[in-house]
T-cell receptor, first 115, second 115 residues
């Protein structure tokens, strides 16, 4: 049973517009959430994160929103650029993972930003 | 800094063959991880190591063994490869403080095909 779900396998957005990537989780016992970006033939790279005690974190064009009551996380990219075209993974760190900070990943959403 | 390196980049095995995937990091991180990525499944944790000399099973450990050779190196071994182990394998490491206490740094991956 997937604890972290990204229900949209793909998203297509026009350059300059907002991209919104969504992530739902089924377990309330996560204390930290992260977004990773992955280009083909490369490993995932960290993009932005948020603690479960916050509801928003911003870093340049990227903002992550956390709605704990809905168990929902979203990543906003404004404005979207062609270089943002990649697969985006949502990940969550379970409380009490023994300090090992294991991450549970969603299946990913492929974002395509077209001119 | 090379970050996290993995060898080989590509490998084709026949069913029943064995091989070891190598991973090394130069960031002085204590924790290291092995994941596999399959289409529609995101990244799933195979094994992890919180420190030199310790290893623990992740979500999908069957068919694999690991060795934490020293602080830098964490290898993944397939003793008798099966077609179900066809996947892309990623190694990651994690620091112990600050933002990096949750963030994992990934290698470029090894694409393994078992025929």
């Amino acid at each position: 049973d997937q604890q972290v779900k990204q229900n949209s396998p793909s998203l297509s957005v026009q350059e300059g517009r907002i991209s919104i990537l969504n992530c739902d989780y089924t377990n309330s016992m996560f204390d930290y959430f992260l977004w990773y970006k992955k280009y083909p033939a490369e490993g995932p790279t960290f993009l932005i994160s948020i603690s479960s005690i916050k509801d928003k974190n911003e870093d340049g064009r990227f903002t992550v929103f956390l709605n704990k009551s809905a168990k929902h996380l979203s990543l906003h990219i404004v404005p979207s650029q062609p270089g943002d075209s990649a697969v985006y993974f949502c990940a969550a760190s379970p409380l009490g993972s023994g300090g090992y900070n294991k991450l549970i990943f969603g299946a990913g959403t492929r974002l395509a930003v077209h001119p | 800094n090379a970050g996290v390196t993995q060898t080989p980049k590509f490998q084709v095995l026949k069913t029943g063959q064995s091989m070891t995937l190598q991973c090394a990091q130069d960031m002085n991180h204590n924790s290291m991880y092995w994941y596999r990525q399959d289409p529609g499944m995101g990244l799933r944790l195979i094994y992890y190591s919180a420190s030199e000399g310790t290893t623990d099973k992740g979500e999908v450990p069957n068919g694999y063994n690991v060795s934490r050779l020293n602080k830098r190196e964490f290898s993944l071994r397939l003793e008798s490869a099966a077609p179900s182990q066809t996947s892309v394998y990623f190694c990651a490491s994690r620091g112990d403080s600050g933002r990096s206490s949750y963030e994992q740094y990934f290698g470029p991956g090894t694409r393994l095909t078992v025929t």
